[in-house]
């Protein structure tokens, strides 16, 4: 993803494959800052919305590397800093999500809704199009 004279990407933090998104100055090559996520978590940018950096974070399933099940979670990033807000959860119980965050589908954030669109159906695979949103007295109170 890049935005003026910076991309952001993810990069592998250490031995064990963890990913964080680091912000890198297009002009100079050096990262500008490296994200604090979890690590159990392997994050995706989606886009910018207002600014800031939307990146989903879906968790690395429990079977893996000793984690927890975790929710996937949309956050918004500083560009600046790489300081981070929670903008929503998605349930664990919502299956394929995650899958579908990590392959082909495109991220978006639109009006306080998460959107994931996999372009090019196959037949047999897990949905083509989906939608979360807060409810009405949430989405109020993160605005």
């Known amino acids: 993803m890049v935005n003026g004279t910076t991309v952001y990407l993810r990069a592998k933090t ?3 494959g963890r990913r964080k998104v680091a912000a890198h100055d297009l002009t100079t090559g050096r990262v500008v ?7 159990s978590a392997e994050p995706v940018t989606g886009g910018f919305d207002g600014g800031r950096l939307i990146v989903s974070h879906p968790p690395i399933p429990a079977r893996k590397r000793g984690h927890t099940a975790a929710p996937c979670t949309v956050l918004a990033l500083d560009p600046r800093t ?4 929670e ?3 998605i349930s664990e119980s919502m299956t394929g999500i995650g899958a579908m965050i990590q392959s082909e589908a495109r991220l978006y954030w639109v009006d306080g809704r998460f959107i994931l669109l996999r372009h090019g159906p ?5 949905p083509v199009l989906a939608a979360f949103g807060l409810p009405a007295d949430k989405a109020a109170r993160k605005q």
């Open 87 to 89: 903008l929503m959860r």
């Open 122 to 126: 196959r037949p047999g695979d897990g």
């Open 82 to 85: 790489g300081k981070s807000t």
């Open 14 to 16: 250490d031995d064990f």
């Open 33 to 39: 800052w490296t994200s604090a996520m979890s690590d």
